[in-house]
């Protein structure tokens, strides 16, 4: 049995340690004595040596109401610090050691392509035009406060000290006397918000990943990129390159978010030039430090005359306009009037001058110099610009469709939303091709139409570095994405702006390929987007609409199909993937999800969401971010020149098979069984989820409906809490029996051996049923329902989720899941201990609060705990939603 790395298990020991002496020293000695009585428990338990779970439920139900919140506590901050030491591990070198999660070098996998008969030609050029942007969504799955995560980084800077062997024992000692009060101080401060963080605050939090992580990680990133291309090519990245590109939905995600307001999005893209301008400001006062010297060019010295110091001239005059940009965004973010002159404003107006510096050193031999700090500075601005993020526009076909509409109508055209789609294509492009205005200058509209309206005026008013895509969500027809450029025309856009349909549900992927064809048949269309195109891929809707199974199927042939589209009219796509952090939801492992697409489908552009804690465990520190843009690089180049083979014609037929059976199983559960919703809300602390004040966004798109309404992320977590992890393989279970019945088994495993899609699919599935845990299922059952149909639904529906594991196992050829992924079974297993008091007590403390709110008022203490639960639950998994 694999157990965690020597070093890790220390660091999990120690953090333990210094955790226990924290509630030692907490009034009431006798609550770590509980506390260690309690995990004694859940060990035992988990050894099965009192039976399934009894002692530890015993244990648990004697806790007054004193210690019900300490003891949760505990646990909690026992998990959040066992997953930093792990995050940590990940990218710890030491003695060179190379951790179990260290990734593939850019080096090593641009070898394997020229060995693979890749030229270095085609690799250069392919790496040179590299475009992955990474997509920095609000979903509201950060369950950690943003104080406790900055104590949690300085922890794991640390443990980063603590990894010299020529420490002097009283050095050590001071690192360790810090690690203690920093984990004292987690102790003592409140993990759970107690109000919802509005929208520019989300913003804001997005902008601190860049300050305290990106904006080190990625220049050191794109000189390894550089480094490792020259060695494989014989030339490195073009000065200008920007192959890793960062934007946001945090202020701009408005679909069924009304606390994003078009003024929230002007603070927010204010708000990113401040913060640039802040941090180029301190870049530029190093570089003045650095660029003392007096050899320049012909070129500079046209600018700066004869001065000694040329280069400090040039720096001065940009710190001078940083300062007044930065000046300006203040006063703009407060409501103020702000000066403009004299402010950065267009990319170019920075960018120029310090490559002239670059220029001039070059050519003054001082090579060494310009690619020095000056060359991190120029990379930064290429990939940040002056708007630090580029911000996408997210908002509802039909919110522009109405738009639309009112206008028309009030201008006594007719009846938009009556008029068939081909109509409103003819008026649309009839429109764009004119030249005159189509808003009436004194018209009034209804607040809805004004709130689209003036969105589009404030996205106008920007540069184009500043904006990255309008992303429609419900999007079907071309009349949905031509009325989102005549709005913005209309508002004074004068850059074409990348406008993407979002295509979500089960038939939305379907209709994709026809929605897109129909599109680029649209001739003023194909011009205005310059045969570039960007469609976005839903994963978490289309996953709770038609399960996992029949969605990644839906995803993977919509993907080929709109590859095969655009090849056919000659447009470049570049398909976004808007996954989530889970499985259920189309998250997992990047490199082996991005490898496992369509060939074809990655052509030198990918785009991604990151959300909630997926962007701490991926961008949180420095090394990790270097980490996860080699592990995203390698990846992209990889499936761009050697694209994964695709699937033969027996495969779509067993995978065609397969999913109309997952499908029919899965809608007949969470559609056609009356018994679900009922049962679904009585078992899952999916009522309860409103109280943890985790975003500015509603838990629902509609209040009071009905799973439909419920989005994608607390669908997945109360599942998730409760460990019957449905969404993930509900609709898969009935598939793999009926083909083990069939005897496609050896089809199966063909199609594991040779599809890389298919094998990606099976391993997610392993992961989360390696993650379901039926005794807690069956304990929240017990406690929480007690309508006999409701019971026995959630005996069928665990009974299921045992044959879906026997099944899976039988296919792989596995005694236990997880047999490949060592590391991580360890990992779970070491947690469990700790997440199943949190279990337990949250089933008791649903119970109460439930019991409680009948009465008239939950108890202070029982809510506060049940909320930790949740937070602690949510780390023992290491995912939310």
């Not at 020259?230 to 701009?252: F, H, K, Q």
């Not at 050899?295 to 280069?311: F, H, I, K, N, W």
């Amino acid at each position: 049995m694999t157990e965690l790395h020597p070093e890790l298990r220390e660091n999990v020991r120690m953090l333990g340690e210094l955790l226990g002496q924290s509630i030692q020293r907490h009034p009431g000695q006798d609550c770590f004595e509980r506390i260690e009585e309690v995990r004694a428990a859940a060990k035992a338990d988990r050894r099965q040596e009192s039976g399934s779970g009894q002692r530890l439920v015993n244990l648990l139900g004697k806790l007054s109401d004193d210690e019900l919140l300490p003891v949760t506590r505990a646990f909690n901050q026992f998990l959040n610090l066992a997953n930093l030491a792990e995050q940590y591990h990940g990218i710890r070198r030491k003695r060179g050691h190379q951790s179990d999660l260290m990734v593939e070098s850019l080096s090593e996998v641009f070898g394997r392509l020229k060995s693979g008969g890749v030229s270095a030609e085609d690799l250069h050029q392919r790496v040179a035009d590299l475009r992955i942007e990474y997509v920095l969504t609000a979903h509201p799955t950060e369950v950690a406060r943003r104080t406790l995560i900055m104590k949690y980084d300085e922890m794991s800077d640390c443990l980063a000290r603590l990894d010299h062997d020529d420490l002097m024992p009283a050095e050590r000692e001071e690192i360790v006397d810090r690690l203690g009060q920093l984990v004292t101080e987690a102790w003592h401060t409140d993990e759970i918000r107690h109000e919802r963080p509005t929208a520019v605050d989300e913003a804001k939090w997005g902008f601190a990943v860049i300050e305290n992580s990106l904006w080190q990680a990625l220049p050191r990133f794109l000189r390894s990129l550089d480094l490792s291309l020259t060695e494989a090519t014989g030339r490195g990245l073009p000065l200008n390159a920007s192959p890793i590109r960062i934007a946001s939905w945090m202020g701009g995600d408005r679909d069924g978010n009304p606390n994003v307001t078009h003024e929230v999005t002007r603070k927010v893209f204010l708000l990113g030039r401040w913060m640039a301008a802040d941090l180029y400001l301190r870049d530029i006062q190093a570089l003045r430090a650095e660029l003392s010297m007096w050899q320049a060019s012909d070129e500079l010295r046209a600018v700066t005359g004869d001065s000694r110091e040329p280069y400090r001239v040039v720096l001065a005059g940009l710190r001078e306009k940083l300062i007044k940009t930065r000046d300006w965004a203040e006063a703009s973010v407060a409501g103020e009037s702000a000066d403009t002159t004299g402010i950065l404003f267009a990319n170019e107006d920075f960018t120029g001058p310090l490559e002239l510096c670059y220029r001039s050193l070059i050519e003054s031999g001082l090579e060494t110099i310009a690619n020095g700090p000056l060359l991190d500075t120029i990379r930064r601005a290429h990939t940040f610009g002056l708007p630090l993020i580029r911000l996408d526009i997210r908002q509802e076909a039909s919110r522009h469709a109405g738009a639309v509409a009112e206008m028309v109508e009030y201008l006594g055209m007719g009846d938009y939303l009556s008029w068939s789609e081909q109509e409103r294509q003819d008026f649309l492009v009839r429109e764009l091709k004119g030249r005159r205005p189509l808003v009436p200058r004194n018209w009034q509209p209804s607040a809805e139409v004004a709130e689209v309206l003036a969105t589009c005026k404030v996205v106008a008013e920007q540069t184009p570095e500043a904006l990255g895509s309008y992303v429609i969500s419900m999007a079907s027809k071309p009349s949905d994405v031509l009325s989102v450029i005549l709005l913005l025309r209309e508002a004074g856009m004068e850059n074409p702006m990348r406008v993407v349909p979002l295509f979500e549900t089960l038939d939305d992927l379907r209709g994709a390929p026809d929605s897109m064809a129909a599109l680029y048949n649209v001739d003023w269309y194909r011009k205005y987007c310059e045969d570039r195109q960007e469609v976005m891929i839903g994963y978490s809707d289309s996953s709770k609409d038609a399960g996992q199974m029949m969605a990644a199927w839906a995803q993977y042939q919509a993907q080929e199909k709109l590859t095969e589209v655009a090849g056919k009219y000659g447009v470049h796509l570049t398909l976004f993937h808007g996954r989530g952090g889970t499985v259920g939801r189309g998250g997992g492992p990047a490199n082996r999800a991005i490898l496992s697409q369509p060939p074809g489908s990655v052509n030198g552009s990918f785009r991604i969401t990151e959300q909630g804690e997926m962007i701490r465990f991926k961008f949180g520190l420095p090394r990790l971010a270097e980490q996860s843009l080699t592990l995203y690089t390698t990846a992209v180049v990889e499936a761009t020149l050697a694209p994964p083979r695709g699937p033969e014609p027996k495969w779509r037929e067993v995978m065609d098979w397969l999913t109309e059976r997952s499908l029919k199983a899965y809608r007949d559960v969470v559609r056609d069984n009356p018994d679900f919703v009922p049962y679904f809300r009585q078992v899952t602390p999916e009522q309860a989820l409103g109280k943890l004040a985790l975003g500015s966004r509603p838990a629902r798109r509609k209040p009071g409906g009905g799973v439909e309404s419920l989005r994608a992320i607390p669908w997945i977590f109360a599942w998730t809490q409760m460990r019957l992890m449905l969404p993930s393989w509900l609709g898969s279970d009935v598939a793999l029996a009926e083909a083990f019945r069939s005897g496609r088994v050896p089809i199966l495993r063909e199609m594991m051996e040779k599809w890389p899609f298919f094998k990606t699919y099976v391993d997610m599935l392993e992961m989360v049923l390696a993650k379901s845990d039926l005794r807690i299922a069956s304990y929240y059952e017990q406690t929480l329902v007690d309508e006999p149909k409701l019971l026995e639904l959630g005996k069928d529906l665990r009974e299921r989720l045992q044959g879906c594991i026997r099944h899976l196992l039988e296919l792989k050829g596995q005694d236990t899941l997880l047999e490949q992924e060592p590391v991580f079974a360890h990992s779970m297993r070491v947690r469990n201990p700790y997440t199943d008091p949190l279990h337990y007590l949250q089933a008791e403390l649903l119970k109460r609060d439930r019991e409680s709110e009948g009465k008239g008022e939950v108890p202070d203490m029982v809510e506060r705990a049940l909320k930790v639960t949740m937070a602690g639950i949510s780390a023992g998994m290491r995912n939310t939603g």
